[in-house]
């Protein structure tokens, strides 16, 4: 694990240096913008109540931007090295695979936290402005962070995934958002189907339930296992997948 | 350095790479060469851990490739084909980032990477942006990553594609440079510029070795008779049946040039006819131009190998 800083900050790097990262940024930005548009005309209505994080972390808006923004996001990571062939000379140098599978899903994570931090002036711009003593409360904010770093986490190491199982980044970017659709529609299944077995692997599975819990400042313990071992199990499939690629 | 015992490579449906083996020793500059895709850049790829073999073994440095893959690829410089770089970074960044997974020493990379940079002549262009190089100076980057580690080991695949003239010099130059403290294994389809760096060549064909050896043995080997290159002017029939009946002569083949004719007349071995030559062009009064030893370039040597006789130039 000694060279993973060094790939680690490349691969940082490469975001700042992509015309990408910054469209998809401020597509983010404006859409989470959006939702606190939204959050702050229902506070000005003076209906601020426990569940009002939701506006921020449980709209549409914000699974909208979920969705596009983290293809977006983990397509170029082995895709294009692969298709560029740096792939060839990045192997060849002393690195294990796991190395460069983490320090590559490392850095996408850490430019989707550093995404996230802007949004941060939102609960100052409440406290600061708003005529009430405390329009929000922090702790739901806390979870509706928490929720969205745990969520993201887990969709970035599935684009991980499926940008190592090929050369094209459009391709790659299609399958995540794919695999990502239909893992977040699995959430709805308890609306579509009357069996009580769906119903309830639809519950547990439900992002949107998930998120409307940790906006709420409900932290329970069983998402946090769900994404972790998901994340987890997910970077073990690509670290897979890239070994094998070499056998072929 | 290198030992490569039947080394076989399969890919769905084809064998790139056919039983082959070889041994490199410390200090050699060993030459690949071969017609497009006869098995070099996938003997390179496996020799720097990119690929598997199917089977048979290699040993670099006395290590396995495949269990000691590591260890392996801290001693070996490799310069994939086409010379993979990251566009968007600047040559002294890319340099750094490469000696840092490379494990070079955190205080030793900035001396490296300066070191590398004057070895290749880089140093006008440390803050260039890779993506905005010239092919030439891309290769050069690329040779400097290779180097970086200071490895015992370099494997060049094809090096000097792609450059012009003089950075092709330059480049063997360097090559010739490096290899007074490096083993070095390259490969190329040009035949003269394993004449020019090699002292040794492989001749790789449809995946297997056909030849290896000296250039200069590899050509005595091939050149069973000695040749000799005769112009001259005056009857063409004529003087095509002189040259031919001429005693040890084997074969001659002649093609005409303006109004002279360039004869190449094959001899027995150790037949030296240049007088007998000259002799007849003074009885028959025929007037002669050029008169000279010919020699066999690799070329042809390498056309004889790989696809069989050479074409005859017949009158």
């Given at each position: 694990m000694r060279c993973f800083l060094p790939l680690w900050r490349r691969e940082l790097a490469a975001y700042f240096l992509s015309p990408i990262a910054y469209v998809v940024t401020i597509f983010f930005l404006v859409v989470m913008g959006f939702s606190f548009w939204l959050l702050a005309s229902i506070l000005v209505q003076g209906e601020g109540g426990v569940t009002v994080m939701k506006e921020l972390f449980g709209s549409v808006f914000f699974w909208l931007a979920l969705l596009v923004v983290v293809p977006l996001l983990t397509m170029r990571l082995l895709a294009d090295e692969k298709r560029t062939g740096t792939m060839e000379s990045l192997m060849t140098a002393p690195l294990t695979d796991a190395e460069v599978v983490l320090a590559k899903y490392a850095g996408a994570l850490s430019f989707f936290v550093a995404m996230w931090i802007p949004t941060v002036a939102y609960a100052y711009l409440l406290r600061e402005f708003s005529s009430e003593s405390a329009p929000i409360d922090f702790g739901p904010m806390m979870g509706g962070y928490l929720g969205a770093f745990l969520i993201g986490a887990f969709y970035l190491s599935v684009g991980l995934f499926c940008s190592s199982l090929t050369r094209n980044q459009i391709v790659s970017a299609m399958m995540c958002f794919a695999v990502l659709g239909l893992a977040f529609f699995v959430g709805f299944m308890p609306y579509v189907s009357r069996n009580p077995a769906v119903q309830v692997l639809g519950m547990y599975a439900s992002s949107v339930t998930h998120m409307l819990d940790l906006s709420r400042g409900a932290v329970d313990t069983r998402p946090i296992v769900l994404y972790l071992t998901g994340t987890f199990f997910m970077l073990f499939v690509t670290v897979k997948a890239v070994e094998s690629q070499k056998w072929r | 350095m290198i030992k490569v015992s039947h080394l076989t490579k399969r890919f769905a449906g084809c064998t790139a790479v056919n039983d082959v083996s070889f041994e490199v020793g410390r200090g050699e500059i060993v030459g690949f060469l071969g017609p497009n895709g006869a098995g070099k850049s996938t003997t390179m790829r496996m020799l720097a851990c990119y690929l598997p073999a199917t089977s048979g073994s290699i040993l670099v440095t006395g290590r396995n490739v495949l269990s000691d893959s590591l260890e392996v690829r801290r001693r070996i410089g490799y310069m994939p084909e086409n010379v993979p770089l990251y566009p968007e970074m600047r040559v002294d960044e890319y340099l750094r980032f490469r000696a840092r997974i490379k494990g070079v020493e955190g205080s030793l990379i900035r001396k490296r990477v300066h070191e590398?940079?004057?070895?290749?002549?880089?140093?006008?262009?440390?803050?260039?942006?890779?993506?905005?190089?010239?092919?030439?100076?891309?290769?050069?980057?690329?040779?400097?990553?290779?180097?970086?580690?200071?490895?015992?080991?370099?494997?060049?695949?094809?090096?000097?594609?792609?450059?012009?003239?003089?950075?092709?010099?330059?480049?063997?130059?360097?090559?010739?440079?490096?290899?007074?403290?490096?083993?070095?294994?390259?490969?190329?389809?040009?035949?003269?510029?394993?004449?020019?760096?090699?002292?040794?060549?492989?001749?790789?064909?449809?995946?297997?070795?056909?030849?290896?050896?000296?250039?200069?043995?590899?050509?005595?080997?091939?050149?069973?008779?000695?040749?000799?290159?005769?112009?001259?002017?005056?009857?063409?029939?004529?003087?095509?049946?002189?040259?031919?009946t001429l005693p040890r002569v084997q074969r001659v083949a002649a093609y005409e040039l303006d109004s002279w004719v360039c004869f190449t007349i094959d001899c027995e071995k150790d037949a030296d006819l240049r007088i007998q030559i000259f002799e007849l062009a003074v009885r028959h009064n025929w007037e002669l131009r050029e008169l000279r030893i010919g020699k066999k370039s690799l070329e042809e040597i390498f056309v004889a190998l790989t696809r069989g006789e050479p074409e005859e130039v017949l009158p």
């Open positions: - | 590398v940079k004057e070895l290749c002549g880089l140093k006008d262009v440390g803050r260039r942006l890779i993506g905005q190089l010239s092919k030439g100076y891309r290769q050069r980057v690329g040779l400097a990553d290779s180097l970086v580690h200071d490895p015992e080991l370099l494997i060049l695949d094809e090096p000097t594609i792609g450059l012009d003239p003089n950075q092709i010099r330059q480049v063997r130059a360097l090559i010739k440079d490096l290899a007074q403290r490096h083993t070095i294994l390259l490969s190329t389809h040009i035949l003269s510029e394993v004449e020019m760096t090699c002292q040794r060549v492989l001749i790789l064909n449809e995946g297997r070795i056909v030849a290896s050896d000296s250039p200069e043995n590899l050509k005595s080997l091939l050149q069973s008779g000695s040749q000799i290159v005769a112009e001259m002017r005056g009857p063409r029939e004529e003087m095509y049946e002189k040259i031919r």
